[in-house]
């Protein structure tokens, strides 16, 4: 994750009340999220649908605690 990232999420944390490891990220998980933005905006031909989707599926991974990979492949078809 890049400095501004970083900082951005400490101060989620911060505001929600966790630590900032509770909300770090994997390579993986950072790879799985980018290709999800990539297939949002171009299959949909709407770039905001991109962080619209991502925020759907972080509820989703919340609220459940299911695999972001599952959640992720629900959402394209796999």
């Known amino acids: 994750m890049d400095d501004w990232l970083s ?10 009340g966790e630590e900032p490891s509770a909300l770090a990220l994997s390579q993986a998980e950072i ?3 980018l290709e ?3 297939i949002a905006a171009h299959d949909s031909g709407e770039g905001i649908n991109a962080p619209l989707l991502c925020y759907l599926v972080g509820l989703a991974r ?3 605690g299911r695999d972001l990979t ?3 492949d629900a959402t394209v078809g796999k």
Request: net charge positive; glycine share 4%.
């Open 62 to 64: 919340g609220r459940t």
């Open 70 to 72: 599952a959640l992720v």
């Open 31 to 33: 790879d799985e999220l």
């Open 7 to 16: 900082a951005a999420r400490d101060r989620l944390a911060a505001a929600a």
């Open 36 to 38: 999800l933005a990539r």
